[in-house]
Structures are given as structure tokens and as C-alpha cells.
């Protein structure tokens, strides 16, 4: 019995709860929610924020510190997963590092001390980060990898709106800081995922193919590269824009109630999108739909520097949230579909969320005066960028790519 073996046994024997299966959808939507569940303040951070100034009495600056380091904790701890997810049972570590999440997020609510609030919460970054860089190691693994990361995706939007409706009723009850008591309720959750979660089977190249594999490797891993360059500068135009829709829609002459319903109502559709890749649709050509969606984004970019009219703010949304979902989970399917890829999930992941983190500051830089017209046109050009990125890798998959990736006869138990 090797050391992961034994780790295995000793820290999770005696817990594990009835596993579900593998290739079911319950299964899929387990490792989802756990791969969310890290970093899913992302997804209601303006919330957040207003717990760390509302409830806590930091300024509006000292509260973006937080969130920074935070931010910064996370990209260091999905660094840190990259170099020890080969060396320790994901299991083992998924359950730890969620254990200990769950601890800091309570403990956050008792903290009345600046520098210990930076400080827990950049500890807190760094749990979070190490979750979602293992996470995103299994989903890349699974045999579906179209399924996986589109109901990620689905996680991602669904638990930040739900969060986000019934947040100021659970304020009744826990008070400004009830933001960090759901965050730990969805740590205890994902906790008990990890428990139910079974072994899931993984891609395993035949030996008799081997040696044509490695004369393909270094072929194949220029194409990943590709594609994760083409999925920062997207993600980095999608949030600097997400960043300011709100303003853009002020600048525009709109009242504040008409924003949020308009937010509201065109973010729903992201559900849409992230449904793309769950129900197959990408059988009848998953490169072209990728195509379209970035397509649609660079149009969306375009629309909203013609926001001074209703109809086209509201249309630009549409385009962007039905977007940015499918496009996000089409490429990190595409990225870590091979199995010398392993490793890449862990760095997607890392691009992804460093991205995410760089759009909005990206955005600040290109203001001018509060004319959004030299963002707004930035946001469009890297959109076009990852564009044109895309077309030689997208091209070369569905060339090569006419038959099922994964083929059930070829697979291994990852453990």
C-alpha cells in the first residue's frame, strides 16, 4: 500500500459516506458544487464588502484591501496545489483545506481587529485557492469534461443569485455578518460532497501508443497554452465590463431600480448559457458555438458604448452573460481534456481567477473621466484577440477530434 493509500485510509476510512456513482449526474453536480465552493465569495462579492463595511466599521478602502488580499491568498494557494497535487490523495486534501475554510469564515465574524481580519482572510484565500486548483485537477479528469465545467459554471451563477435574493432575509437573523455564516454553510456542504464523492475514472493512454503520444506532447501542450492565453484576455474584458455595468447604466441617464432589474433579469440568462454544455449541445459543433459566444461578446462590447438607449444596454447584457458562461466552460473542457494536461487544470484555474481579478483594474486604468468609451473599446479589442487565438487551436480540435474523446474502454481510477 503506497503513502496515498495509506493517507487515504487513515483520514478518510471511518468517515466516507455511500459514494454515488461515477458517470451520474449527481456525481458530476458533487464535484462541481465542491469546486465552487473555495472561492464562491466570488460569486456575491459585492456582499462581502458590504459586511466588511457595514458590519465590521472598515472603510470602503480597507474593505477592498481585504478583498485584494483575499484575492491575492487564492492565487497563491492554487500556485501552491499545482506543485503537491501529484504528491498527496486529493481526497485527503479537498477535505482538509475545506475543513479548515469552514473554520475561518466563522472565525472571521468574531474579529474586531484590523490586521487580523487581513490577515485571516488571506489565510482564508489561500484554503480557498488550494480547494478550487484540486478541484479543478478532478473535473478535468472526468469523462465529461463538457459536463463537468458547464455545471460549474451553472454553480457559479445560481448560488451567487440565490445568495444574493435571500441575503438580506438571513440579515434578520445573523445580522450585517450573515454573508460569512452562508459561506461556511456552503464549506460544511461541500465538505459532505467530498464524502459522497467516488472515485471517478480518468483517461488512460494505451502503452501501445505511448511513444506517438510523446511525439504529439509538445504539439499538444503549445495548443493548451494557446487556449489558456485566448481565455485570460477574454475573461479579463467579460469582468472588467461585469465590473462596471452598473455605472455604465448611471452614466447613461438610467435610474437605479431600472439597473438592477436589467442586471438581474439579463443575468439570468447565464443559466442559459452555462446549459450549453450540459445538455450536449456542443454535439452538433462545440467549436462553432465557442466561436459564436466570443462573437456575441465582442458585440455586447460594441453595443454598450450605445447605452445612452435602454434596449441597447439591455441587449449588450444579454449578448455577454448568455456568452461568457459557455465560452468559459467550452475552453477549460478544451484545455484540460488530455491526460499529460493534469496539471493544467490547477493553472487554468489559476489563469481563470487572475484574470477575473485583473478585468476590473484593467478597467480602472482605461476610465477616462468616466467615459467608459476607451474601456468599452479596450474590452472589445481583447475580445477580438481571443478571437483570432482561438481559431488555429479550435480548427486543429475538430480535425482531430471526430470521435469521443474518452472511450470507456481506455480509463483508470483516479484516486
Not at 492565487?75 to 506543485?83: H, K, P, Q, S
Not at 438610467?254 to 439597473?259: L, M, Q, R, S, V
Not at 488530455?338 to 484555474?349: D, E, P, Q, R
Request: glycine fraction near 10%; charged fraction near 10%; include cysteine.
Amino acid at each position: 500500500m503506497n503513502n496515498k493509500s495509506i493517507c487515504e485510509y487513515i483520514m478518510l476510512k471511518h468517515i466516507r459516506l455511500g459514494k454515488v456513482s461515477a458517470d451520474s449526474m449527481l456525481g458530476y453536480l458533487f464535484m462541481a458544487f465542491v469546486a465552487m465552493v473555495g472561492l464562491a465569495y466570488l460569486n456575491f462579492l459585492p456582499s462581502v464588502v458590504d459586511a466588511l463595511v457595514g458590519g465590521m466599521g472598515l472603510s470602503e478602502s480597507q474593505a477592498g484591501q481585504v478583498v485584494a488580499l483575499n484575492g491575492y491568498g487564492a492565487l497563491l494557494g492554487l500556485m501552491g496545489v499545482t506543485l503537491l497535487i501529484d504528491r498527496l490523495p486529493w481526497r485527503s486534501m479537498l477535505f482538509v483545506v475545506l475543513a479548515l475554510l469552514c473554520a475561518v469564515d466563522i472565525g472571521t465574524v468574531w474579529l474586531n481587529d484590523n490586521s487580523l481580519i487581513h490577515s485571516l482572510r488571506f489565510i482564508g484565500g489561500v484554503l480557498g485557492g488550494m480547494g478550487v486548483g484540486i478541484a479543478f485537477t478532478i473535473l478535468a479528469k472526468l469523462h465529461n469534461g463538457d459536463r463537468a465545467f458547464g455545471l460549474l459554471l451553472l454553480m457559479q451563477f445560481g448560488i451567487g443569485s440565490l445568495v444574493i435574493y435571500v441575503l438580506p432575509m438571513l440579515k434578520a437573523w445573523g445580522g450585517e455578518l450573515a454573508v460569512f455564516y452562508v459561506m461556511a454553510a456552503l464549506c460544511a456542504l461541500g465538505l459532505m460532497c467530498t464524502l459522497l464523492l467516488p472515485n471517478f475514472n480518468a483517461q488512460r493512454v494505451p502503452a501501445s501508443t505511448h511513444e506517438s503520444h510523446q511525439g504529439k506532447k509538445s504539439q499538444s501542450s503549445s495548443q493548451a497554452y494557446r487556449l489558456l492565453f485566448a481565455m485570460s484576455t477574454y475573461l479579463i474584458a467579460a469582468s472588467a465590463i461585469w465590473s462596471y455595468v452598473g455605472q455604465i447604466g448611471l452614466k447613461a441617464g438610467f435610474d437605479e431600480h431600472t439597473i438592477h432589474i436589467s442586471i438581474a433579469l439579463t443575468g439570468l440568462l447565464g443559466l442559459a448559457g452555462a446549459m450549453l454544455p450540459i445538455i450536449g449541445i456542443h454535439r452538433v459543433g462545440r467549436c462553432y458555438w465557442l466561436m459564436i459566444g466570443v462573437a456575441l461578446s465582442i458585440g455586447s462590447a460594441v453595443l454598450l458604448c450605445f447605452s445612452h438607449q435602454l434596449l441597447a444596454y439591455v441587449i449588450a447584457m444579454s449578448l455577454l452573460f448568455f456568452a461568457w458562461p459557455a465560452v468559459h466552460s467550452y475552453l477549460l473542457s478544451l484545455i484540460t481534456q488530455h491526460n499529460n494536461h493534469v496539471k493544467l487544470a490547477s493553472i487554468a484555474a489559476l489563469v481563470s481567477y487572475g484574470a477575473l481579478a485583473t478585468g476590473p483594474m484593467l478597467g480602472s486604468v482605461l476610465l477616462s473621466k468616466a467615459h467608459f468609451s476607451i474601456m468599452l473599446s479596450g474590452c472589445a479589442l481583447l475580445f477580438a484577440l481571443s478571437f483570432l487565438l482561438l481559431i488555429k487551436p479550435v480548427l486543429r480540435h475538430k480535425a482531430t477530434n471526430s470521435k469521443p474523446l474518452n472511450s470507456p474502454s481506455h480509463q483508470q481510477t483516479v484516486r
